[in-house]
């Protein structure tokens, strides 16, 4: 079994939609940049209200990703 060692980045996705939206959002754009991206973990959601609604859903995320093996 192969023993991994992980890296964690923090981000903020962004959705004028949805929570959901938001973390996929964050995904989508960091796994443009980084390789072996495994996990995420949400550590706060918080937003933006306008109006008396809901304007924009602010998402951070914790993403964990495996380091190359130098084999």
Partial sequence: MTEHVYKLVELVGTS??????AIQNAIT???TTVRNVKWFEVVQVRG????????????TL??????????
Avoid: M
């Fill in 16 to 21: 004028g939609t949805s929570v959901s939206d």
């Fill in 62 to 71: 914790k993403i964990g990703f495996t380091l190359d093996d130098d084999a």
């Fill in 48 to 59: 933006e209200v306008k109006d008396g609604k809901v304007g924009h859903y602010q998402v």
């Fill in 29 to 31: 754009r960091v796994t």
